[in-house]
Each structure stands twice: as structure tokens, then as C-alpha cells.
């Protein structure tokens, strides 16, 4: 044994607006979590990034801490895993340099580059060879847009890759990254398991600007100087790790078919383990590597958690103005407990930011249906949290196309601090939801592939069980009122889809 006297894993998860290092112990058991936020650069609609020296800075931090932790608690710290969002992109310099912001999953600016993408290839074979529908979400369509808005920065570009590459490049002095990220990119071939010639042209580069590519349980050089610079052991590995949903997926006890894990936080997604790649005839679903010959079947929202946020920063604005108290989350979800089930014919589609799957429309945009002198802010805030749950159950369904009927739904993400929230999902989709104790599933996740690069883990079968402290079932009464409401949430999405084209663009002319 080294220093310490407990074997202990670090879990790095590189998030939308924070980063987060939790020590693991052996059978995935978190012991401490160091976190530090950062903000979210979105200055016009349709945009959101980061600044990637600021994440790298908050991520180094965290290690540091968690490091800090272990070695003063004993633990001695075998290995570090990462994970971090997936569909990031940023342009650098030859010697790992930022030359731009980060542009995040979130951010749709190269909506119109994917328009020309899906006008100029067959959209729906694109798809099966990526996983990915052709959506501004995805790298090629970002990356063309600093082709045609910032060609200086695209020229100059020596790389394109996301933040976790880039974090991992301020670690190790090299550029590295793995096939799970990569295979949420849009240029890599699912069957080839590989970066595609073809697919990179489309996005307008070649091999030579993108990453090498290693397997997510792959130990990565890191400097003996900045171990320790950190508080990490010399002999300490630095495991490259994968995307944040998929390994938000083990790390919630999602391993074998029938299970499924529905998470909701900033966003949300449902997502299931397949021993293959499989994509769905329509294109609403989404494929990705996870490691060892598994994949993650999954289909995501952009609107979930963030919607609420938004909602209890613009009372927070009216409250501050008028000097009393801001309402919190929690203030919310007290308020939409006050009315029953459907907010007294309140429909909220929480569009705010685009949407994934299923439609894959980055241009939608969110409405409130049936207002009227009636309502208060108490409907407005059930509104809201019965408008995620729709969206997640137009996600179910395509996910049990694909990936066969779910036998168990595990849930995570911050929805589970909320009964309410928990018990109008459960009613919406008509399912009992099983909770399970993972408040650091990504942190976790990446943890379990440290343990498998130490060779202390013999297999993703044998991952740390993740114990069920519960189920949430289907309030009675509810799942009726649900089912209709549900039909008419279906049809004004269809009815308003031919106008998002037009209110989207208004709002793209106007000054930021």
C-alpha cells in the first residue's frame, strides 16, 4: 500500500455549469464531493458555451480538492476516471491552446449549416452511420459554422475537440480523446468504430484535426510534476473516461437489457445498455460507444431542469425588484402542489431551448396553451413540471421501439429531490419508477472505468451495485387526466411546428 491506507478512485465530471470530484471508495461508495461552478455563455438565442480556460481552471480545482480530501482521510488514490457533456467543440491552436469558446450541447447557431447538410446528404443514412440524427447539436454542423462566420478562427484551427480534451490537454500536454465522446461527435462510424473521411469532409476538416482516438478505460501520461503540483501519488492513473449520459447510465445500476434509467436534470434523457449499435427507423433515438463492445441506446431533451430554473429566475427578478424574498426551487414545487393534475388546463411545452429527440427540431420554441384570468402562478409552476414529464414520455416510447420494453425505469438527476415532480412523471408515463441511491452517477461512472483500467474491476458486470431506496408509482386519478392532456400536448406541437421557422429567425435578427 502507498501513502495512504484505503484504496480510493476519483470521479471527474466536467458539467454544463460546474465540475465535480467525488472519492470512491472500492464498491462505489462516495466519501466526498468537491465542486465549483461556472457560467454559461449565452448571449443570444440559440447560443451557449463556455470558456474553456475558466472550466479547465474549475475542474483542476476540484481534482485538487478531492485529492486533498484522500490523502489527508488516507485514502490512497489508484486512479482518476473523467466524464464530461458530450456534442462539445472548440477550435485550438497547435499547442493546445483555446481560440474560441466552447460551444456545448445546448448551443444550435449552426442550425442552418445542418439545414444545408441534411438538403445536400441523405439525413437518414447519415444517421445510422453516426447514431446521431443531423442536427446543429452535432460537430459538423458547428464546425462549418466557424467556416462561414468566424473563418479566421477555422483556418487557424490546428484541432477540434471538446472540453474534456481540452481539460485533459492542460493535464497531459497531449491532445487525446475516446470513442464513447467520439461517437457522440458526428463523425465517427458506429460500424467502424472509428473517425469517417467522408464525414469529416462534410464538417470541412480532415483526420489531421481531430483527436487521436484510445478506449475510455485507457491510462493517459500525465506530468509526475503535476500529480503532485495536484496532491495526487506519483503512480496515480489518469483514465481518459467517457461522456457524461452514458456513464450517468452504469453509475445508476443500468448494466443489463429490460433497464432503463429516466434522468432529469438540466436536461434530460432515457437511456438503455445494448450490446450493439442500434438506431431507429425515424431517427429519434441516438446511439453511442460506452466501452468494452457496450453501447447506450438513448433519446434526450434539452428542456428540463433548465426550464424550471428559468422560470424561478424570472419570479426571483419580479421578487428582487420589489424587494421580498426570491422564491426558490422549492417554492415552486410547493405552489404547483396547491392544484391538482393538468394546472386547471394549463399546457406548458417547454421548448426553450430547441429540442432533441424526438423530432430533432433546434428551432421549436416554448408556449403556454389554454391561459386564461383563472390561472396563477401556481398553475404556471405545475405547468411546468407536467410539460417535462410529456417530454419525457415522447422519449419512452421511441426508446422501447428500439431498445425493447423496459421491464425496470431507474430515475436520477435532480428531479429525485422533488416528490411532486417524481410522482407527476411517474403518472405521465404510467409507470412505477424505481429510485436508486445515485446522487454521483456520472462521477461514479467514470470512477468504475478508472477501477477497470487498475484491473480492481474484472468486468462492467461487476461494477458497485447501486442500492433501491424506493419506487414511485403512478398517483390514482392522475394517470387519466394525464393520458388525454397528453393527446392535445402531441397536437399543438404539430400544429405549431410550421411557425417555429419564422419566430426563431425574427428572434436571430434581433441585436444580442
Known amino acids: 500500500m502507498r501513502s495512504g491506507s484505503i484504496e480510493g478512485y476519483i470521479g471527474v465530471d466536467i458539467g454544463t455549469t460546474g465540475a465535480r470530484a467525488v472519492v470512491f471508495d472500492r464498491t462505489g461508495h462516495a466519501w466526498h464531493a468537491s465542486t465549483r461552478t461556472y457560467p454559461l455563455l449565452a448571449t443570444r438565442p440559440g447560443w451557449a458555451a463556455q470558456n474553456p480556460v475558466t472550466v479547465s481552471d474549475a475542474t483542476t480545482a476540484v481534482l485538487a480538492e478531492a485529492a486533498g480530501w484522500a490523502r489527508d482521510h488516507l485514502y490512497s488514490v489508484r486512479a482518476v476516471g473523467l466524464s464530461a457533456i458530450l456534442h462539445s467543440v472548440l477550435p485550438m491552436d497547435s499547442s493546445g491552446g483555446a481560440l474560441d469558446d466552447a460551444l456545448i450541447w445546448a448551443d444550435t447557431r449552426g442550425d442552418d449549416e445542418a439545414r444545408a447538410i441534411r438538403a445536400s446528404h441523405d439525413p437518414l443514412a447519415l444517421y445510422h452511420r453516426t447514431g446521431g440524427p443531423v442536427h446543429p447539436m452535432y460537430l459538423p454542423a458547428k464546425i462549418r459554422w466557424w467556416r462561414s462566420a468566424r473563418p479566421e478562427i477555422f483556418g487557424n484551427a490546428a484541432t477540434f475537440a471538446g472540453i474534456k480534451e481540452f481539460v485533459l490537454g492542460q493535464w497531459t500536454g497531449e491532445l487525446t480523446s475516446e470513442r464513447s465522446t467520439a461517437s457522440g461527435t458526428g463523425l465517427f462510424d458506429l460500424h467502424t468504430a472509428d473517425w469517417a473521411e467522408d464525414l469529416l469532409e462534410i464538417a470541412g476538416i480532415d483526420r489531421n484535426r481531430v483527436p487521436r482516438l484510445v478506449e475510455p478505460t485507457q491510462a493517459v501520461e500525465a506530468p509526475v510534476a503535476w500529480k503532485r503540483q495536484v496532491g495526487l501519488p506519483d503512480d496515480c492513473l489518469i483514465v481518459v473516461g467517457a461522456g457524461d449520459g452514458v456513464l450517468q447510465t452504469i453509475g445508476t445500476g443500468v448494466v443489463s437489457p429490460g433497464q432503463m434509467v429516466a434522468m432529469v436534470a438540466t436536461s434530460g434523457a432515457v437511456r438503455a445498455v445494448v450490446d450493439r449499435p442500434v438506431t431507429d427507423e425515424r431517427a429519434r433515438t441516438w446511439c453511442y460507444y460506452l466501452a468494452e463492445g457496450r453501447w447506450i441506446a438513448g433519446a434526450a431533451i434539452n428542456n428540463a431542469g433548465v426550464v424550471l430554473a428559468w422560470l424561478r429566475e424570472q419570479w426571483a427578478q419580479i421578487a428582487g425588484a420589489m424587494g421580498g424574498r426570491e422564491p426558490t426551487l422549492d417554492d415552486l414545487t410547493h405552489w404547483a402542489s396547491e392544484v391538482g393534475p393538468g394546472a386547471g388546463g394549463l399546457l406548458f411545452l417547454p421548448y426553450l431551448a430547441g429540442e432533441r429527440a424526438p423530432g430533432w427540431n433546434a428551432r421549436a420554441r416554448g408556449c403556454l396553451f389554454g391561459l386564461s384570468l383563472s390561472h396563477d ?133 434581433q441585436p444580442a
Open 377 to 509: 402562478h401556481r398553475h404556471i409552476a405545475r405547468a411546468t413540471l407536467e410539460g417535462v414529464a410529456y417530454r419525457m414520455r415522447t422519449i419512452l416510447e421511441p426508446m422501447e421501439d428500439v431498445a425493447g420494453p423496459a421491464r425496470e425505469i431507474r430515475i436520477a438527476g435532480g428531479f429525485v429531490r422533488s416528490p411532486l415532480w417524481m410522482a407527476i412523471t411517474a403518472s405521465v408515463m404510467n409507470r412505477t419508477l424505481t429510485l436508486v441511491e445515485s446522487p454521483e452517477a456520472s462521477s461514479l461512472g467514470a470512477a468504475i472505468l478508472a477501477m477497470r483500467a487498475t484491473g480492481d474491476l474484472a468486468s462492467l458486470d461487476d461494477a458497485p451495485t447501486i442500492a433501491n431506496v424506493g419506487s414511485v408509482s403512478p398517483t390514482e386519478g392522475w394517470s387519466t387526466s394525464y393520458d388525454e392532456l397528453y393527446a392535445q400536448y402531441e397536437s399543438l406541437y404539430s400544429v405549431l411546428a410550421p411557425h417555429w421557422d419564422a419566430i426563431s429567425t425574427w428572434q436571430a435578427s
